[in-house]
């Protein structure tokens, strides 16, 4: 469903993404993960069109992005910070984004109900705090029950009962058979929910592997065990 | 004495019973003008009657009355002066006087009078001659009620619309000139009046003096002229409630005063000239009550001219009040109302308590060199003016009006 | 497009900012015209608005908006809309409000006050400023990422053309007043939209100095149908030109 072929991006000098390959089918739910500055957002921004790589191919059901812009009706983005107009209402934004999308199709208001938002619609943005900003980010990404969701930390500023509200959404939503993009660093979280991962470090993909595949290789039940044990044996390979 | 009255009363009355009227044109026997001249006296009527007449130059050489009725049409077919007056007392009214030769050499007119005292030209309607009227070496002469137009469009190619020359006490009234090179033209002319004439869109200008003393002009209108009235090496003109209207161009002006003196400017107004009035060497005039409006240069005053005084005048909405060349200034402004004017009046007698600058230190700029327009009212220029108005540095500081007026007089 | 122009345009409405500029506009000609007699203080009040407040307020105003809505084109871009078309809402939307600021606070009383050609040109020069000023807004908000610097530049932008440009200009003028430079002159001014527009306004409210020697060049220039329409085109060309290199800087830039 996406393809992404030897991406490259430099911010000034710095090298953000380098040679990143990969390719994602329907029905994944994709963990991405790595540490701070690796590049995982840029690559999400990239997929959406909103950063513009220097090189390299990203395909979406075999159709260049570049340039492209309806592609993005079947994405679902939820930004790791939400950043909203602040003298609109929350009302107005969900308002907005419905007559910009001018969708005709049945739209998705599982979570606008499980969240209660419709309670706050006329909070202005600016008042909300960061969890709840959060939400409506989560509410936007769902509404339109796009084909491929794409979640930038999507727990980190949720309490424990709105993030497990999230969580089962998002196992709905994967049963649905829609590939779903999760960054995270919370690995605990991801547990149950993903079938593949993929670890970036400095720009690059260290590894793209099948949750199961992982844990035979490390013998590990725990995804983040698992991951410190590569990350270890990675090490011990450069020391040498 | 009681001879001399009844002597008197005999011979009026043998004057009348000598007098004739001779008719010529439908439904009269009389075809021609010429005869009819041949065959009258003095002191007899000629009543031309409506029609054309092609009968080249007529000369009229007694002092007779000659009168057009139903405007006939005297016409020189581009040949020579179609009427020329070579006899006093001669009254010339009602006829419609065209196609004067266009020769350059011995200036042709529709109508010229030779060496004349009491000609009367009135009524007459002269379309494309050469010149209109020409009055050489006459006296106590009067031009009244005609219509004069040409269609001149260069400056060499046409003639004056009332020329005078050498001449005294003549009356100029009531007469319409357009589209010759000067309306109306005085060259050696004094103590002659011109009053109420309408003189527009002629080449050059609307009236012009040249050492011509003593005279006066009233209420006339000056619209649209290569340059409203020029007034050059003459003394004791007096210009009075004219209108000197829309003269545009390139060095028109509303009045140019080259080398006068002694003239009074009174009541006039000065609307949307490229210059109002523009003074060169001129001294001891005195210009009062007169409304400058919409002017690019409302007085344009060179540094040759001193000991004017200007007076009471209002100056409203012109680019510019007042320019001048240089930094002498011996002239005197006084009790003037500027509409740039910015000061305050605290005692409320209707007199600013501040001088006023009139000369602003933009209109020095241009003087100096005049593509500076180019920036006029852009607000680096405002910014220096306003400057300038505080501490004036290039602009001579005695170019003032201490006596500025509040509100506008009401002329 | 017409959805989003439409969100765009109604909170720039609702901005308290917008409001006071129309009502600080309308205080000023309103009572400059009320003052005098005749128009001419009036006339002279609008037209050092067009030429000093119009392109202060609309590049400040339009930077700081587009500043802010950072958020906005950010949520924007993740919806299926073509970046072209979230950058020229955003343009057409300030845009029009600006005019339409202008055309209230300082356009009704015009055309009440000053009912001629001088009034039509001056709404129309006005008009077209507002345009301009938006459109390089838009080209110094697009250099650089950092408000503060983008507000820096919107600010210089104005300050050259509303004084400095014409500084450079007098300088010259004096430099090589020996030379005949008129018809160059001509050339230059159109490289200020400010100084366009003032000699539009100028050939219509001066038209008597206009006629002089020097001013008679201008108006065999501008002020024939050939002049009016190469000057108006001028204008449009200093609305496009900036917008349009913005608008590829826009394309091209990561959010």
Redesign the interface.
């Known amino acids: 469903m996406i393809e992404i072929k030897h991406i490259h991006k430099k911010f000034g000098k710095i090298e953000v993404l380098s040679d990143v390959n990969l390719s994602c089918k329907k029905g994944e739910c994709i963990a991405l993960i790595g540490p701070n500055g690796c590049g995982k957002t840029t690559l999400i921004k990239s997929i959406l069109g909103m950063v513009l790589p220097d090189k390299g191919l990203i395909e979406f059901n075999g159709k260049t992005v570049l340039k492209e812009y309806l592609y993005r009706e079947n994405i679902g983005y939820m930004p790791q910070i939400g950043r909203y107009p602040d003298n609109m209402t929350i009302g107005q934004i969900i308002e907005m984004i419905k007559r910009i999308r001018n969708s005709r199709e049945a739209l998705d208001e599982d979570l606008l109900h499980a969240f209660e938002i419709e309670k706050m619609y006329d909070k202005k943005m600016r008042t909300l705090s960061g969890g709840t900003t959060q939400k409506i980010s989560a509410v936007l990404a769902f509404l339109f029950n796009p084909d491929v969701l794409i979640l930038d930390e999507p727990t980190a500023g949720l309490d424990p009962l709105a993030s497990e509200i999230l969580k089962e959404k998002i196992i709905k939503e994967k049963e649905k058979g829609k590939l779903i993009f999760i960054t995270s660093h919370l690995l605990s979280e991801l547990d149950d929910l993903i079938t593949e991962i993929i670890f970036m470090q400095d720009g690059k993909v260290h590894f793209h592997k099948k949750i199961e595949e992982l844990q035979t290789e490390t013998g590990e039940e725990k995804i983040s065990k698992a991951i410190a044990q590569i990350l270890k044996k990675k090490k011990d390979e450069q020391n040498h | 004495m009681k001879n001399f009255c009844y002597i008197a009363c005999l011979f009026f009355a043998f004057q009348m019973m000598v007098a004739h009227t001779i008719h010529v044109g439908n439904p009269y026997p009389l075809k021609n003008i010429r005869k009819a001249i041949a065959q009258s006296k003095d002191g007899d009527t000629i009543i031309v009657h409506k029609g054309l007449y092609r009968e080249g130059n007529i000369v009229i050489n007694k002092k007779i009355v000659f009168w057009g009725q139903g405007y006939p049409v005297l016409d020189a077919r581009k040949k020579g002066e179609v009427l020329s007056i070579k006899a006093d007392s001669v009254v010339v009214k009602g006829f419609k006087i065209i196609n004067s030769g266009f020769a350059a050499l011995d200036d042709p007119c529709g109508i010229k009078v030779y060496n004349r005292s009491f000609v009367r030209i009135l009524n007459n309607k002269l379309d494309n001659n050469f010149f209109g009227i020409y009055l050489q070496n006459c006296n106590n002469c009067e031009v009244k009620g005609n219509i004069i137009i040409s269609h001149g469009t260069e400056e060499q190619l046409i003639g004056n619309g009332i020329h005078c020359w050498k001449s005294n006490n003549l009356q100029i009234i009531a007469n319409t000139i357009s589209g010759h090179r000067d309306g109306i033209y005085f060259e050696f002319v004094a103590n002659s009046v011109i009053w109420r004439n309408i003189s527009t869109k002629n080449i050059r200008y609307g009236l012009h003096f040249m050492f011509s003393n003593d005279d006066s002009y009233i209420t006339n209108l000056f619209k649209n002229n290569g340059a409203g009235v020029a007034v050059m090496f003459s003394k004791s003109v007096k210009m009075i409630n004219n209108t000197f209207e829309e003269n545009?161009?390139?060095?028109?002006y509303g009045l140019l005063l080259k080398e006068i003196a002694d003239g009074y400017i009174f009541n006039n107004k000065f609307i949307?000239?490229?210059?109002g009035i523009y003074m060169e060497g001129t001294s001891r005039m005195k210009v009062e009550k007169n409304d400058f409006i919409?002017?690019?240069?409302g007085m344009k005053i060179q540094a040759s001219c001193m000991e004017n005084e200007i007076l009471n005048n209002n100056f409203?909405?012109?680019?510019?009040d007042i320019s001048t060349n240089g930094s002498l200034v011996l002239n005197t402004f006084n009790s003037n109302y500027w509409?740039k004017y910015e000061g305050y009046d605290l005692n409320k007698d209707g007199v600013g308590d501040v001088p006023y600058h009139p000369l602003s230190l933009f209109a020095v700029l241009?003087e100096?060199?005049?593509?500076?327009?180019?920036?006029?009212?852009?607000?680096?220029?405002?910014l220096l003016d306003k400057s300038e108005k505080v501490l004036p540095s290039i602009t001579p500081d005695n170019f003032v009006d201490k006596t500025p007026l509040m509100k506008s007089l009401p002329l | 497009m017409n959805r989003i122009i439409k969100i765009i345009l109604l909170d720039i409405l609702k901005n308290k900012i917008v409001l006071a500029y129309t009502l600080i506009l309308a205080v000023l000609s309103w009572s400059s015209f009320a003052l005098?007699d005749?128009s001419?203080?009036g006339i002279?009040t609008v037209?050092?608005v067009i030429?000093?407040t119009v392109p202060l307020v609309s590049i400040l105003f339009s930077t700081i908006y587009l500043y802010n809505s950072s958020e906005f084109i950010e949520l924007l871009l993740s919806q299926p809309i073509k970046r072209k078309k979230i950058w020229l809402s955003l343009f057409f939307g300030l845009s029009l409000a600006m005019v339409l600021a202008f055309f209230i606070g300082a356009g009704i009383p015009l055309l009440v006050n000053s009912p001629d050609s001088v009034g039509v040109m001056m709404l129309i020069v006005g008009c077209l400023i507002s345009i301009v000023f938006v459109a390089l807004a838009f080209l110094s908000s697009i250099m650089t990422r950092d408000k503060a610097k983008g507000i820096g530049i919107a600010i210089m932008t104005w300050l050259y053309f509303?004084?400095l440009f014409?500084?450079i200009?007098?300088f010259l003028?004096?430099q090589f007043?020996d030379y005949p430079?008129?018809n160059a002159?001509v050339g230059i001014?159109a490289l200020s939209p400010?100084?366009l527009a003032?000699?539009q306004?100028?050939l219509h409210?001066?038209?008597?100095?206009?006629?002089?020697?020097?001013?008679?060049i201008?108006k065999d220039f501008f002020g024939t149908t050939v002049g009016l329409t190469v000057s108006f085109l001028l204008l449009c060309l200093w609305v496009a030109v900036p917008f349009f290199i913005s608008l590829r800087k826009f394309n091209r830039k990561d959010l």
């Open positions: 545009w161009g390139d060095s028109a949307k000239n490229t210059s919409s002017n690019g240069w409203l909405k012109n680019t510019f509409d241009t100096k060199n005049t593509s500076t327009m180019l920036l006029y009212r852009s607000f680096m220029i405002t | 005098e005749n001419a203080k002279l037209l050092n030429l000093f509303a004084l014409d500084g200009v007098l003028l004096f007043s430079i008129e002159m001014t400010i100084d003032r000699i306004i100028l409210l001066d038209v008597s100095a206009m006629m002089g020697y020097t001013g008679a201008f």
